[in-house]
């Protein structure tokens, strides 16, 4: 699993501008610690924007860090990621988008009014597109340092980290 990481890490996170990509992939990290969680995402911008497109019905939208474009992911990230906690729903806050090459970014924050001992992540970013697509979330919960690494893929959109 760690080289399969490393692999798609040096693919996603340090590919160079404008390489064309034949896989589908997303990549979070995700930083636990009382009762908040910071999370965040990265996609292949193209992959990003044909999902976005469909779900708002729009043909034209591209990527830009803007209310409206927030907005939209902020809609279509509602409807295919969840974090929860003893059954209830973090809600999720956009704290910041921007791009980064030819991938893109979403940094955001949950938080719950309990200290968090265990949360659920259902992930399908992406899979109403691609029948490759693969999620790939690593956890870090802090002060322990443990970590847990969870890779999303059809049949597989649940995981429960636990601290």
């Not at 970014?105 to 949950?110: P, S, V």
């Not at 979330?137 to 059809?154: A, G, L």
Request: hydrophobic share 40%; aromatic share 14%; with cysteine.
């Amino acid at each position: 699993m760690t080289l399969l990481v490393l692999t798609l890490y040096h693919l996603i996170v340090a590919a160079p501008e404008n390489r064309a990509h034949n896989f589908h992939v997303s990549y979070g990290k995700m930083a636990v610690e009382g009762n908040s969680i910071y999370l965040s995402l990265r996609f292949f911008k193209d992959d990003l924007e044909t999902a976005l497109c469909k779900s708002s019905a729009r043909d034209d939208l591209k990527l830009a860090a803007t209310p409206q474009c927030d907005s939209i992911y902020l809609r279509y990230f509602a409807e295919k990621f969840e974090i929860t906690c003893d059954g209830r729903r973090l809600r999720a806050e956009l704290l910041s988008s921007g791009e980064d090459g030819d991938m893109w970014w979403y940094k955001l924050n949950f938080s719950d009014s309990k200290t968090l001992h265990a949360v659920t992540i259902k992930n399908t970013l992406l899979f109403e597109l691609f029948d490759d697509q693969k999620n790939i979330v690593q956890v870090m919960h802090f002060p322990s340092e443990q970590q847990q690494s969870f890779y999303f893929i059809r049949g597989a959109e649940h995981y429960t980290a636990s601290f």
